[in-house]
């Protein structure tokens, strides 16, 4: 193991915990041990912050030293005793606000503990391998990042867009890979594990201060915290363990019940531990995932939720210290609603968007349940107060609402700066994604619920119980346990039994809030009730995975964050506490003897959470030694020829590239590939170039279509597969309309379409072999000397009719070639100055159409195609001067025909352009930047039926034409393009 880089990690994890201190003292001033817990985060999320809007502008490592800096320089002048500074005295705030030495020994040594839990599982295996999981997008995330000049960078699996996922976490990885000066490799898990440490001392800082808050011993609500977030499982692996040793008829009676409305079945529940699997458990709820922490980490992915997430408890933690600050202290109040949380919740868009929603539903609820009116936090909210108290009555009721209604606005202007703080992310990945009705067949079962959140269920249950009981007459308590009731019957006779579990939390919650009987904790367990019952009733639709699957995964992630923090300052306050619940005491009269049991309870409850760690665990370090922090360190053994040439690629290509290699992908969508089920997903042939160094590919997995759709991903593995498997012609358009720089040839390749050769190519060299792995360099401008168009010699010829076309210095037209393209998806064209915008036309959304890459792209022309609807036409023609020079004609306008019908376009829509290939000066015309030597433009309308006409100032050219779509014909989103669907031609 490289004992040394974890040395160094721990120095900088321990430096930037230094930095961030002072700012966690002053947002936490009110904890014990004045925020220490939250350091780490904080200066993450602060160098990242930085970091992410230079980027918007020029990115490169300078950028992360810059970042640094900044952070240095807010420590300071954070840490600085702003009194004495007046006074023309120098002297650190540490001085008036003394460090508990030890909550802050503490924090330090779960962030140790933490940290060398995460690189023993990963050194024992560190492989960023595309099995079991997403390694492969995760760190093709992080070194697509490291190669990006700009943000937000290229996406590896879909060259020449902008990744549409949300990528802070992977930035905030490649920050601190050019901050420890590491190899990515090795950044990859050692950032996993500072991920991991980072996550359970926020955890333990905030558990400890809810507890202490609550009247329980500090230590031990960190304690718990740090247990049920950082090492808990769900109730399943217990239940297992309970069932494998039960006599036979009793084993099997106990698997039926709790295999019902679960993903096992009854025989695998009836083996015990036997069969057991790290996996399993986190599959409880059929068609979801029911991820824990330590699953997560176990398996290693580097994904968003998981390095998000220490964030979301920093931003809990925030809304915590709202509630312990006073009303009257109106300018701390404003400061942390609306200048931390606007800038945590903007963070957190771009690391996890799927935690915005619950992190303003916490300050929502915090807000309304906090001492003081949430209006008080208006500049005009005593005006807004005097005329609702004109239109309400005095009241309970009257109250509620106004708190409600004060809290609904406070927290949508912090929404709203958060959204403004992270729009530049938010607009470049919007995207179609709505809400659903879930079905009564798909809603969580309650005994799944129950394996799921029944260990924090049984907390809340008691504690609620005994605070809403306590000094209740048995009188008193009836109507709530008769409500309780109703509310489990109800739940059963409308299909819906997670109102069982989510109602009684959220009204005796509610109830106690209001009577003054809990604190913050219930706040959140409320917020958790909240998103695990809004996830029985809707959930996004989307193309990243079926059903509610992702949205069940993303949310009750947030969920056990949220509850485990909860209970353990819930624990912690009953097991320094006799129960004092009614029913109890007439059973138990000895006070004593109550609180050991309700002491046993506790003990009971956690250690049923902590089977999983000990097997899951155990089984990892058995079957798995590598002695190794290195990620791609299996590949020399497992592949070396594809290592090799990996290696090749990272060191000679740049991000600018573009990469070809086998889609990761089980179809081929025109039949080209000899076995389209090859390479598949989550195998190593699926992309492991692209995947391994974050050079662009044409198309990579099939998790594209969860980003862009069905038919433009299809269209680029359509396009690959020509460029391997189709004729000269063909596979030459293909990797000209991309821009490919780098074909890859491996293993994966040569199985899905047979013997691949791209020697014969003119402008195709081979730069790398070895084995049965060669990588070709593309020149493009050699390449472009083919005749990529359709091959007119059998086809009717177009006439011309007029004065003769001299459309060059007179040159004669020997020949004029086109390719018309129907129903093309409109969408956003490469940025202007980037490699990218050498092509005009964009291959992922134009396919079909051969062009010529031009120098620059036309600013005004990428408006007019961004702007346009979704129905493009596209034409152009090319011919050869004299002289030797190639030049493209382009012209775009809406597509407005159909079949047998002739349309005028009027001449504003009307946009065109010349280019010859070796031309760099560019000239201004009609507000267009186009590059031409001697331009011809066309300015007549252009009509089109049975045969396409364009008329020339006193020229016509007239082509007979041919439809074999229309726009009304194409694919949806849902369906898979066909080869006769994606193009239609001329002929």
């Known amino acids: 193991m490289e004992i ?28 014990p041990g004045r925020g220490a817990g939250f350091a780490p985060a904080i200066s993450l999320g602060v160098v990242t912050v930085i970091a992410y809007w230079v980027g918007q502008i020029r990115f490169g490592q300078w950028v992360v030293w810059l970042a ?40 330090a040594a779960v962030f140790v503990g933490g940290f060398a839990l995460i690189v023993a599982i990963r050194t024992a295996d560190p492989a960023i391998s595309p099995l079991a999981g997403e390694k492969f997008l995760d760190y093709g995330l992080v070194r697509t990042i490291l190669r990006a000049e700009s943000l937000p960078p290229q996406d590896f699996w879909f060259a020449g867009e902008s990744v549409r996922y949300y990528y802070g976490g992977h930035l905030m990885t490649a920050l601190l890979t050019w901050l420890s000066g590491t190899d990515p490799a090795f950044a990859y898990n050692l950032a996993l594990a ?5 996550l359970i001392t926020a955890v333990h800082a905030l558990a400890g201060a ?38 036979g008829a009793v084993d099997r009676w106990l698997a039926s019940r709790v295999a019902m409305g679960t993903s096992y079945t009854t025989a695998e529940l009836s083996v015990g531990l036997s069969e057991f699997s790290y996996w399993s458990p986190s ?21 968003a939720h998981m390095m998000a997430a220490p964030f979301l408890v920093v931003a809990v933690a925030v809304a915590f210290a709202y509630w312990q600050t006073p009303p009257e202290a109106l300018r701390r109040r404003r400061m942390l609603i609306f200048g931390v949380i606007p800038l945590l919740g903007g963070l957190q868009a771009i690391m996890h968007t799927w935690d915005l929603p619950t992190i303003f539903g916490v300050v929502g609820i915090a807000l309304v349940f906090a001492p003081g009116r949430p209006s008080e936090l208006l500049p005009w909210g005593s005006r807004v107060r005097i005329g609702l108290r004109d239109h309400l009555s005095d009241g309970p009721l009257a109250e509620e609402l106004r708190r409600l209604g004060g809290g609904a606005v406070v927290t949508g202007l912090a929404a709203g700066g958060a959204v403004l703080f992270a729009s530049p992310f938010l607009i470049g990945v919007s995207s179609g994604r709505q809400i659903g009705l879930l079905a009564a067949a798909d809603r969580s079962h309650l005994s799944g619920l129950l394996i799921v959140h029944g260990a924090f269920l049984g907390a809340f249950g008691a504690y609620l119980g005994s605070r809403l009981t306590e000094n209740t007459t048995q009188s008193a308590a009836l109507p709530l346990i008769g409500g309780v009731g109703f509310v489990s019957v109800t739940a059963f006779l409308v299909e819906l039994p997670a109102l069982a579990v989510v109602v009684p939390l959220l009204i005796g919650g509610w109830v106690a809030l209001r009577r003054e009987a809990a604190g913050f904790e219930t706040a959140l367990v409320i917020g958790g009730a909240g998103l695990v019952g809004l996830v029985e009733l809707v959930y996004v639709v989307e193309l990243a995975g079926p059903g509610r699957f992702n949205t069940v995964f993303k949310v009750y992630s947030q969920v056990w964050l949220l509850w485990g923090i909860a209970a353990s300052a819930i624990m912690s306050y009953l097991w320094g506490q006799t129960p004092t619940i009614p029913a109890l005491s007439r059973i138990v009269p000895a006070s004593r003897t109550r609180r050991s049991l309700a002491r046993f309870a506790i003990a009971l409850v956690v250690i049923s959470t902590l089977p999983y760690a000990a097997l899951a665990g155990g089984g990892h370090f058995q079957a798995n030694d590598a002695g190794t922090l290195h990620g791609t360190a299996y590949a020399d053994t497992r592949h070396p020829a594809d290592a090799a040439a990996i290696r090749w690629l990272d060191a000679n290509a740049d991000g600018d590239d573009t990469l070809l290699e086998a889609p990761g992908v089980s179809v081929s969508p025109e039949g080209n590939a000899q076995n389209p089920e090859v390479p598949g997903l989550y195998t190593w042939g699926a992309n492991p170039a692209s995947s391994l160094t974050g050079i662009p590919t044409v198309a990579g997995w099939a998790h594209e279509i969860g980003y862009r759709g069905f038919e433009p991903y299809y269209e680029r593995v359509a396009a690959v597969d020509r460029a391997y498997a189709g004729s000269d012609a063909e596979r030459v358009a293909a990797i000209t309309a991309y821009n490919v ?9 040569q199985r899905r379409y047979g013997d691949v050769q791209f020697g014969q190519l003119e402008g195709v060299r081979l730069v790398f072999e070895r084995d049965d792995v060669q990588i070709y360099a593309v020149d493009q401008e050699r390449l472009g000397s083919w005749p990529i168009f359709h091959n007119w010699t059998s086809q009717p010829k177009p006439s011309v009719s007029g004065p003769e076309f001299k459309p060059l210095h007179n040159w004669p037209v020997p020949d004029i070639n086109l390719a018309v393209v129907t129903g093309i998806e409109s969408g956003r064209m490469p940025r202007l100055g980037s490699r990218d915008s050498e092509r005009f036309i964009h291959p992922g959304l134009y396919p079909g159409v051969w062009a010529r890459r031009l120098r620059h792209a036309m600013h005004r022309q990428q408006k007019l195609l961004t702007g346009s609807t979704r129905n493009i036409l596209t034409l152009q023609s090319r011919w050869t001067s004299p002289a030797g020079w190639n030049y493209w004609l382009l012209w775009f306008f809406p597509h407005s025909a159909r079949t047998n019908e002739s349309t005028a376009l009027p001449q504003s829509c009307l946009t065109s352009t010349m280019a010859p290939q070796r031309t760099r000066t560019p000239i201004k015309r009609n507000s267009r930047l186009i590059w031409t030597r001697s331009p011809t433009i066309i300015t007549k309308p252009v009509t089109f039926g049975r045969h396409l006409r364009i008329s020339s100032s006193n020229t016509t050219v007239t082509f007979p034409t ?26």
Do not use: K
């Open 283 to 303: 599959r409880v709820l059929p068609g979801t995932v029911n991820e824990f922490p330590l699953f997560a980490w176990l398996n290693g992915d580097l994904h």
């Open 194 to 198: 500072g991920y991991y440490a980072t």
């Open 4 to 31: 040394g880089l974890v040395v160094w990690w721990l120095l900088l994890f321990g430096l930037l915990s230094l930095l961030g201190y002072p700012l966690a003292a002053r947002l936490f001033r009110g904890f």
């Open 962 to 987: 041919r439809w074999t779509s229309s726009p009304s014909s194409r694919g949806s989103a849902g369906r898979r393009p066909t080869s006769s669907s994606s193009m239609g031609t001329t002929s």
């Open 741 to 749: 720089t780098h074909i890859y040839v491996g293993a994966a390749e």
């Open 68 to 107: 640094f800096a900044a952070l240095c320089v807010l420590a300071v002048v954070t840490g600085l005793n702003l009194t004495h500074v007046r006074d023309r005295t120098v002297t650190m705030r540490s001085a008036s606000v003394p460090i508990n030495r030890r909550v802050a020994a503490e924090s």
């Open 210 to 247: 809810v507890g202490s808050h609550l009247g329980g011993s500090r230590r031990g609500a960190a304690l718990l915290g740090v247990i049920l977030v950082g090492l808990s499982s769900n109730l399943m692996t217990a239940i297992q363990t309970v069932v494998g040793v039960l006599p």
